[in-house]
């Protein structure tokens, strides 16, 4: 079965840093394109940060610069870097794969649970 179990959010001050965790199981995970994505109240969820298969990142404009993912293949986990933060970086964030199963030939994409993640002073 696939779960992706996310970690690390909590209550931050205006510019402080928080490093989210997401890990995963039931995937092949090293061929897996893996994304955060980030949902405020009232506001559509958008995609912060996507790191493929091959170690290619893209951000959000509204982060680059302080936000770093990354993806650890041996440990089977991506990871979120968030430093400088601001308070318009409260969301719920959410990990996301575009995977095969193991045994299976096809694609999905999965979702964790989320982690609540608040800048507020």
């Known amino acids: 079965q696939v779960q992706l179990v996310e970690s690390g959010g909590g209550l931050v001050q205006p510019g402080g840093s928080l490093r989210l965790s997401c890990a995963t199981a039931g995937i092949i995970f090293s061929a897996s394109d893996m994304a955060w994505y980030r949902q405020a109240p009232g506001k559509q969820r958008e995609l912060v940060a996507t790191i493929f298969s091959g170690g290619t990142t893209n951000y959000a404009d509204s982060v680059k610069g302080r936000f770093t993912i990354s993806r650890d293949n041996y440990k089977r986990t991506q990871y979120l870097q968030m430093n400088s933060l601001l308070p318009e970086d409260t969301a719920v964030y959410f990990c996301?794969?575009?995977?095969?199963?193991?045994?299976?030939?096809?694609?999905?994409?999965?979702w964790g649970q989320g982690t609540q993640v608040t800048v507020s002073s």
């Open positions: 996301n794969a575009r995977a095969q199963r193991y045994g299976r030939s096809t694609y999905g994409s999965y």
